[in-house]
């Protein structure tokens, strides 16, 4: 028995990729966090950047998900550099819950850009 709520949860896809259990390419991996694409890109480069740790939304952040926060950024730095539109620029967006847009509950960044090349 558990005190703590699991960090994952069995029935979300983004646990499940996580868990390696959906095929899907990784592009970047870290301790904290995954990249892959968008199965429905909105531009050129359309990257989904996932914490390990199950956190349904922005609302739903602690105080010890900090690091986890910063790590988001950093390997949102590291994609544009590595897919060179870092120059060009591009989009981070988080979503948040229905009403912004947010449809799997599992807290993510996307990267998006590209539309220059
Ligand atoms: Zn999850």
Known sequence: MSMS???????CVFCRIARGETPTEIL??????IVFRDIRPQAPVHLLIVPHKHIRSVNDLEADDAAILGELFRAAREMA????IARDG???IVNV?????????HLHMHLIG????
């Open 114 to 117: 590209g539309w220059g090349r």
């Open 90 to 92: 591009y989009r981070l």
């Open 97 to 105: 819950e229905r009403g912004g847009g947010q449809v799997i509950f």
């Open 5 to 11: 709520r699991p960090p994952i949860e069995k029935d």
């Open 28 to 33: 970047h991996a870290t301790d904290q966090l």
């Open 81 to 84: 550099r590595r897919l060179d």
